[in-house]
């Protein structure tokens, strides 16, 4: 029997989890933890999500922050405001949702958002850390994913990897991640020779590759777990459906655990940003305290 992985219940769960601890931590710090969402333009698909962070920011019980500019809004002026949120002590994460209007710097913003407060996990400083095994805010889609393969396995030591896909977002978080909970990983990506197999070796299988139902039933493993992160929006009659980069119905039978999309990755990435925001919060009241 295959095992669908509910990532909706799971994220439930997390946020529930957080938001006991952010009463606790508001008891005891007398301070609550704040989240700022930085959104420039209105591009729908960001715009979903930053009304989906707002509404599980609320339920976790963070402050929420909302920063909304327009889409020629000037490097300047968002520099200006990253800034302003460096500094201001009732803020204690920050996102800016990405993409970001192709006349900004997507990288001078990231660097910009101080590491302490960098709930994405881009930063430089963090994805250094990540790297080498030290404690860091880590990027929330390949966290999700973690703690769905943690759920499912319990140790992941010695299992086999591979990650589809070497984005800086995804793909690479992901792989070090995998390796620091001491599976053997492998990342393929487009310029790959024979992918199919080297896939079909994975006891766990990541898809990041933002292709419509690329991965199909001779690329898996019986028995594999495949965590499915793809989001590609696909016509089917006329209407529009979101669908992942694993063909679920080819795959299904084969493998002994499998993500839906959606319903999978998605809600985990959101609820690890609440995971994050807190993290952020109690390293930077501790750290005023020492
Ligand atoms: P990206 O475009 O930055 O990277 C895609 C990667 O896939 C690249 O490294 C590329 O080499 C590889 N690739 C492309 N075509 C390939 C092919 N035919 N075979 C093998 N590898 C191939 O994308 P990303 O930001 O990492 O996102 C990947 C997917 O995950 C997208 O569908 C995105 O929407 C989705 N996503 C979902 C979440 C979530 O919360 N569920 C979060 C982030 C991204």
């Not at 009732?90 to 910009?112: C, D, F, K």
């Amino acid at each position: 029997m295959t095992l669908r992985i509910d990532g909706k219940l799971l994220a439930d769960e997390i946020v529930e989890e957080v938001s006991k601890e952010v009463a606790d931590f508001t008891a005891k710090y007398d301070v609550v933890p704040g989240l700022a969402v930085v959104l420039v333009g209105a591009d729908p698909a960001s715009s979903v999500y930053v009304r989906n962070k707002v509404k599980r920011a609320v339920q976790a019980g963070l402050n929420s922050i909302e920063h909304y500019l327009p889409a020629d809004v000037d490097q300047k002026t968002l520099d200006d405001l990253i800034s302003s949120l460096n500094q201001d002590d009732s803020v204690h994460g920050i996102l800016v949702q990405l993409p970001l209007p192709s006349h900004l710097s997507e990288n001078r913003i990231i660097e910009a958002i101080s590491p302490e407060k960098d709930v994405d996990g881009f930063h430089p400083q963090n994805v250094g850390k990540l790297s080498t095994g030290q404690q860091s805010l880590i990027p929330c889609t390949p966290l999700g994913c973690m703690i769905m393969l943690e759920r499912q396995l319990g140790d992941l030591s010695g299992k086999k990897a591979v990650v589809v896909g070497r984005s800086n977002i995804v793909g690479k978080p992901m792989a070090s991640l995998l390796l620091k909970a001491n599976c053997t990983v492998t990342i393929v990506h487009s310029r790959t020779k024979d992918i199919e197999a080297t896939c079909a070796e994975a006891d766990i299988l990541i898809a990041a590759v933002g292709q419509p139902k690329l991965i199909t039933e001779s690329w898996v493993k019986p028995g594999a777990v495949v965590i499915d992160v793809g989001i590609n929006a696909i016509e089917v009659d006329g209407k529009r459906t979101l669908v992942g980069d694993v063909d679920y119905d080819s795959v299904l039978s084969k493998v002994s655990a499998i993500t839906p999309v959606p319903g999978g990755v998605g809600p985990m990435t959101i609820a690890c940003l609440m995971k994050n925001t807190l993290t952020a919060a109690q390293h930077q009241l501790s750290a005023s305290l020492d």
